[in-house]
Every structure is written in structure tokens, then in C-alpha cells.
């Protein structure tokens, strides 16, 4: 029994050593790794600004580990550069054959592989990779789904939109990755957005009447106030806060009416919206909900209520009237100067 625990623990011993051996050899491996790496980008750091600024560059010459340098070089450059930088930026991606690698690599059967793939597309701006990317947007894997969308959005593929939209209201991507991709492709999506206003989805209308609010103009203005009477409360809130957003001043009177609409945070965003657009006349409507409606909505009209009118608040409060929301938009007043 004592040989047999001795001989255990010599080979627990061994084992430890041969652990401690390998932990060290892969330690000092991905050190030397690192300083190669270092190496190559001081080395290859000139090439990168030739690419950038139109300058021949010899891609036969670099090896496969260089080319993986430069360009992970250039994808940090093109995160900074617009124009015609990112489209030489491009060209070198397509000329070298690393877009053809990283579309073949969004087929691979390992997720993080998809995933870095598609992420790696959108940073070497190549319009090639739009349709394999569409096609993420459906991968099983969530990671590889956010980094298409991510990636769809810096290429500002406009017809990206609807399908980006579409996949935020089937839960396939959160609402900060979809959000930040269409904003990310900016005016461009506008067209797309505007034909989802009407969509069949709710979900999808009121996604695509925030993004309009956000990114729209005034030509907007008359089809986000068809929302304000959507069916869907949801788009009508979204609408409200839209048309504030654009500072409709001629919604002013359908939004006076949305003070009356039947759920709380509709009235919420047509409170903040008539203070937004400056609708002096609604100021009268904004001191009855402040004194009468529920909470949020009544907090929401007083303070909509003093931005328009302080003197009209300061007013009511006068002998203890008016209510908390009105009192306490008063104490802001006053403490802001």
C-alpha cells in the first residue's frame, strides 16, 4: 500500500513538472509571438499609409503573416478615414484576395471563426461582402448575427435596413446592435426606414419611426403625424417623441390631442414633444394633466408646462396650489436661476 501511494505521488510530481514545462514553452511562445508582431507593424507600418494614400503596393511580396498584419493595420485605419482612403482601403482588400478569405470563413463551422469573419468585413470596407452579410443576419450563432449587422452598418448598405429591422422584431438581434447599425449607415437608410413606417410589424413601424426621428428631416414630419393615431401604442409614443425630435411646430395640435390618448406613456412623449416643438398655446392643456393625470404623465406636462411658460406655472403654484409635479417644476426653475 505505502509503494503504491509513492509511486502516485511520483507520478503526480511528473505530472505537475510537465504542466509547469508546457505552461512555460506556451509562455514564452506567445511572447515571442508578440514581439514578431510588434516587429511586423513597425516594419509594415510605411506600406499601410502607402495603401491609404494611393501608393502602389507589391502584394506578392508579403508573406501570409505580413498580409495578416497589414491588414489588421488597415482595419484600424478605416474606422478613422472616410472617403476615398476607405475605398483604396477597399481595393487593397479585394486586390490581396483577404475579402474572397474572410467570405469563405462566414461558411467555416466554427462560430467565433463566422463571427470574426464577418466583423473583420465591415473594418475592410469592401461592398463585395454585402450579400454574404445580409445572409449572416440569419446565422444561428448571435455573435456572428450582431458582428453582420455591426459590419452592414460601416459599409452603409442601405439595403440592409429592412433586414436588420426585421431581425430586431424576430429577437435575432438586440435593439443597441440594430439601433447602432442603421444609424451607422445615417441618411441612407432613410428611404428604407420610411417605407417600414407602414409595415404590418408594430414592432418593425415604431423601430422605423424612432430611427426617422433620429435621422429624418422635415419632409418627415407629415408621415410620422399619421402615426400619432397608429393602432399600436408603442409607434404613437414613438411618433410623439419623433415629431419633437424634428421640432414639428405644425403637429403642435395633433399632439395637444395625443394629451388625451388612453395610455399614460403616449401622453408621456406628446408632453415632452409640445414642449420640444414650443407649443405656447398647449401650455393651458399641460397645467390641467399636471394637476389631474397619472404620475409620469402628470410630471411629464409640468415640466413640459415650465419649459414653455415659467411665469404661467409660477402662477399656479401661488398659495400652495397646483400640485406636487407643478411645485416641484417651480423648485427647478428657481434652482436653475
Same mark, same amino acid.
Given at each position: 500500500?505505502?509503494?503504491?501511494?509513492?509511486?502516485?505521488?511520483?507520478?503526480?510530481?511528473?505530472?505537475?513538472?510537465?504542466?509547469?514545462?508546457?505552461?512555460?514553452?506556451?509562455?514564452?511562445?506567445?511572447?515571442?509571438?508578440?514581439?514578431?508582431?510588434?516587429?511586423?507593424?513597425?516594419?509594415?507600418?510605411?506600406?499601410?499609409?502607402?495603401?491609404?494614400?494611393?501608393?502602389?503596393?507589391?502584394?506578392?511580396?508579403?508573406?501570409?503573416?505580413?498580409?495578416?498584419?497589414?491588414?489588421?493595420?488597415?482595419?484600424?485605419?478605416?474606422?478613422?478615414?472616410?472617403?476615398?482612403?476607405?475605398?483604396?482601403?477597399?481595393?487593397?482588400?479585394?486586390?490581396?484576395?483577404?475579402?474572397?478569405?474572410?467570405?469563405?470563413?462566414?461558411?467555416?463551422?466554427?462560430?467565433?471563426?463566422?463571427?470574426?469573419?464577418?466583423?473583420?468585413?465591415?473594418?475592410?470596407?469592401? =461592398? /463585395? !461582402?454585402? &450579400?454574404? $452579410?445580409? +445572409?449572416?443576419?440569419?446565422?444561428? *450563432?448571435?455573435?456572428? %448575427?450582431?458582428? @453582420?449587422?455591426?459590419?452592414?452598418?460601416?459599409?452603409?448598405?442601405?439595403?440592409?435596413?429592412?433586414?436588420?429591422?426585421?431581425?430586431?422584431?424576430?429577437?435575432?438581434?438586440?435593439?443597441?446592435?440594430?439601433?447602432?447599425?442603421?444609424?451607422?449607415?445615417? =441618411? /441612407? !437608410?432613410? &428611404?428604407? $426606414?420610411? +417605407?417600414?413606417?407602414?409595415?404590418? *410589424?408594430?414592432?418593425? %413601424?415604431?423601430? @422605423?419611426?424612432?430611427?426617422?426621428?433620429?435621422?429624418?428631416?422635415?419632409?418627415?414630419?407629415?408621415?410620422?403625424?399619421?402615426?400619432?393615431?397608429?393602432?399600436?401604442?408603442?409607434?404613437?409614443?414613438?411618433?410623439?417623441?419623433?415629431?419633437?425630435?424634428?421640432?414639428?411646430?405644425?403637429?403642435?395640435?395633433?399632439?395637444?390631442?395625443?394629451?388625451? *390618448?388612453?395610455?399614460?406613456?403616449?401622453?408621456?412623449?406628446?408632453?415632452?414633444?409640445?414642449?420640444?416643438?414650443?407649443?405656447?398655446?398647449?401650455?393651458?392643456?399641460?397645467?390641467?394633466?399636471?394637476?389631474?393625470?397619472?404620475?409620469?404623465?402628470?410630471?411629464?406636462?409640468?415640466?413640459?408646462?415650465?419649459?414653455?411658460?415659467?411665469?404661467?406655472?409660477?402662477?399656479?403654484?401661488?398659495?400652495?396650489?397646483?400640485?406636487?409635479?407643478?411645485?416641484?417644476?417651480?423648485?427647478?426653475?428657481?434652482?436653475?436661476?
Amino acid at each position: 500500500m505505502i509503494a503504491l501511494l509513492l509511486w502516485c505521488s511520483l507520478a503526480l510530481a511528473a505530472a505537475g513538472g510537465l504542466g509547469v514545462c508546457v505552461l512555460a514553452a506556451r509562455r514564452t511562445v506567445v511572447a515571442w509571438k508578440g514581439r514578431r508582431r510588434l516587429d511586423a507593424e513597425g516594419r509594415l507600418g510605411m506600406t499601410a499609409i502607402a495603401v491609404v494614400e494611393g501608393d502602389a503596393v507589391d502584394n506578392a511580396c508579403l508573406s501570409e503573416a505580413d498580409s495578416r498584419v497589414l491588414a489588421s493595420q488597415l482595419r484600424r485605419l478605416s474606422g478613422s478615414l472616410r472617403g476615398t482612403s476607405t475605398e483604396r482601403i477597399a481595393r487593397f482588400f479585394e486586390s490581396s484576395g483577404l475579402v474572397e478569405r474572410e467570405i469563405r470563413a462566414l461558411k467555416s463551422l466554427r462560430a467565433w471563426r463566422r463571427a470574426k469573419a464577418a466583423f473583420a468585413l465591415g473594418d475592410m470596407g469592401s =461592398p /463585395d !461582402a454585402v &450579400p454574404e $452579410l445580409l +445572409e449572416a443576419l440569419r446565422d444561428p *450563432d448571435s455573435a456572428v %448575427r450582431g458582428a @453582420a449587422a455591426r459590419s452592414l452598418g460601416r459599409l452603409r448598405a442601405a439595403n440592409a435596413v429592412a433586414p436588420i429591422v426585421f431581425a430586431l422584431t424576430e429577437r435575432q438581434l438586440p435593439v443597441s446592435v440594430a439601433g447602432q447599425a442603421l444609424l451607422t449607415i445615417g =441618411p /441612407d !437608410a432613410l &428611404p428604407g $426606414l420610411r +417605407e417600414l413606417e407602414t409595415a404590418g *410589424d408594430a414592432e418593425a %413601424r415604431a423601430f @422605423a419611426v424612432e430611427l426617422v426621428g433620429l435621422l429624418g428631416e422635415a419632409s418627415d414630419v407629415g408621415r410620422v403625424l399619421e402615426r400619432l393615431r397608429d393602432s399600436s401604442a408603442e409607434v404613437r409614443a414613438k411618433a410623439a417623441r419623433a415629431l419633437g425630435r424634428l421640432g414639428a411646430e405644425g403637429a403642435a395640435e395633433e399632439l395637444r390631442i395625443a394629451l388625451q *390618448d388612453r395610455i399614460p406613456f403616449v401622453r408621456v412623449q406628446a408632453a415632452h414633444a409640445l414642449g420640444a416643438v414650443g407649443d405656447r398655446d398647449a401650455v393651458e392643456d399641460l397645467l390641467e394633466a399636471a394637476c389631474s393625470d397619472t404620475f409620469e404623465s402628470a410630471r411629464a406636462a409640468a415640466h413640459a408646462a415650465a419649459r414653455l411658460d415659467p411665469e404661467a406655472v409660477r402662477s399656479a403654484t401661488r398659495g400652495g396650489n397646483g400640485g406636487v409635479h407643478l411645485r416641484e417644476a417651480v423648485d427647478l426653475l428657481e434652482a436653475s436661476g
